[in-house]
């Protein structure tokens, strides 16, 4: 069974760092993109970065560009998300997210929540 | 690419109909996933490549799409787990960067 699994949300002060981790099983990590993907309070889904399975690409959302670092342990079949010079803006559940296979992410994590909040 | 998701609230009975617009700015061919999303729980892929149902997703959801700008899902027969948020999707050619609509809310009438 394909399972992701978020952890390292918590409450942060404005321009204070966090760093989300994704636990995969199911599945050999090093074969697939991987993705993150938020949803702040009563707002819809949010793309925020993406890498290739040997981590020599990454891509992210312009809000996020030059303060969030995405990589990955393909040997601990883990992803993360390095956050930093936070904003009350960046407040949001995180998603990991398997993909893009193709056009599609085909499978989702849990989330944790992000709280920016002084 | 922005797309435009419409209504976004719907607001039906079981046994009902839905049928859920997602517009994009410009022809995005095929390339358009639908996802379910219940709050406190993981999204779900439910269409992928316009009209393509991923694995387990019942046959009442079904996907279509014309001129590459405008996109539909239809729900047949509202089932009381299928009260939920919905996404469309896509994925620009390159980079990969993902882009969401901004979700229709379909709730009990």
């Given at each position: 069974?394909?399972?992701?699994?978020?952890?390292?949300?918590?409450?942060?002060?404005?321009?204070?760092s966090?760093?989300?981790?994704?636990?995969?099983?199911?599945?050999?990590?090093?074969?697939?993109?991987?993705?993150?993907?938020?949803?702040?309070?009563?707002k819809?889904?949010?793309?925020?970065?993406?890498?290739?399975?040997?981590?020599?690409?990454?891509?992210?959302?312009?809000?996020?560009e030059?303060?969030?670092?995405i990589s990955?342990?393909?040997?601990?079949?883990?992803?993360?998300?390095?956050?930093?010079?936070?904003?009350?803006?960046?407040?949001?559940v995180?998603?990991?997210?398997?993909?893009?296979?193709?056009?599609?992410?085909?499978?989702?994590?849990?989330?944790?929540?992000?709280?920016v909040?002084? | 690419?922005?797309?435009?998701?419409?209504?976004?609230?719907?607001?039906?009975?079981?046994?009902?109909?839905?049928?859920?617009?997602?517009?994009?700015?410009?022809s995005?061919?095929?390339?358009?996933a639908?996802?379910?999303?219940?709050?406190?729980?993981?999204?779900?892929?439910?269409?992928?490549?316009?009209?393509?149902?991923?694995?387990?997703?019942?046959?009442?959801?079904?996907?279509?799409?014309?001129?590459?700008?405008?996109f539909?899902?239809?729900?047949?027969?509202?089932?009381?787990e299928?009260?939920?948020?919905?996404?469309?999707?896509?994925?620009?050619?390159?980079?990969?960067?993902?882009?969401?609509g901004?979700?229709?809310?379909?709730?009990?009438?």
């Open positions: 069974e394909v399972q992701l699994v978020e952890s390292g949300g918590g409450l942060v002060q404005p321009g204070g966090l760093r989300l981790s994704c636990a995969a099983s199911g599945f050999t990590l090093s074969n697939y993109w991987m993705s993150w993907v938020r949803q702040g309070p009563g819809g889904l949010e793309w925020v970065a993406n890498i290739k399975q040997d981590g020599g690409e990454k891509y992210y959302v312009d809000s996020v030059g303060r969030f670092t990955r342990d393909n040997a601990k079949n883990s992803l993360y998300l390095q956050m930093s010079s936070l904003r009350v803006e960046d407040t949001a995180y998603y990991c997210a398997r993909g893009p296979i193709g056009n599609s992410v085909d499978q989702w994590g849990q989330g944790t929540l992000v709280t909040s002084s | 690419i922005v797309l435009t998701q419409s209504p976004a609230t719907l607001s039906l009975s079981p046994g009902e109909r839905a049928t859920l617009s997602c517009r994009a700015s410009q995005v061919g095929i390339h358009l639908w996802y379910q999303h219940k709050r406190g729980q993981a999204p779900r892929v439910l269409i992928y490549d316009g009209s393509t149902r991923a694995t387990g997703i019942p046959a009442r959801f079904s996907g279509s799409g014309s001129g590459g700008t405008d539909t899902l239809t729900i047949n027969s509202l089932e009381p299928d009260f939920a948020v919905y996404y469309c999707q896509l994925r620009d050619s390159w980079p990969p960067r993902l882009t969401f901004g979700g229709t809310k379909v709730e009990i009438k």
